[in-house]
């Protein structure tokens, strides 16, 4: 089966975002001065073939793990759904 | 009122994703044979102020027209949830 799964890796609430800083910081200087708490995180979607739904989110664990996100600072949340043969 | 926004950019589906193409060659390499059509784009949070819920989604879709989107490559999604007082 193919799955279409969407991942959302984020910074560990206490480590600081500089990208996110700045970002606060210009949106302030267009005047969006009611703006804070700016996080920036990376938002992935992939398409995979897998057995069943727990054998995809297994290897969707795995791979954010070894390389989407870097386990020390980031955190990553993702949903799977599977694809129609029709849609692919 | 304050509202917590979750916002994603993402390429157009016509624009080229050079990012999403090396992921995907980096994971084929590491044995996930059966990942395609990785897509990479920004995932934003942020908290605003605004007097009500269609307010705070106009100032959304302006800050993301200026600054956080480019709308020549990029569309934008986002949902917002009111944030309780005792939240923040």
Not at 51 to 72: F, G, K
Request: glycine letters at 6%; proline letters at 3%; hydrophobic letters at 45%.
């Amino acid at each position: 089966m193919y799955y279409k799964a969407t991942i959302r890796v984020t910074l560990r609430p206490s480590v600081l975002d500089p990208a996110g800083v700045a970002v606060r910081s210009g949106l302030q200087q267009l005047g969006y001065t009611g703006v804070s708490n700016v996080r920036i995180g990376k938002y992935i979607e992939l398409e995979l073939e897998a057995t069943d739904d727990a054998e995809a989110r297994r290897q969707i664990d795995r791979l954010c793990d070894q390389m989407l996100a870097n386990p020390v600072i980031e955190v990553y949340k993702f949903e799977i759904a599977a694809l129609e043969a029709a849609a692919r």
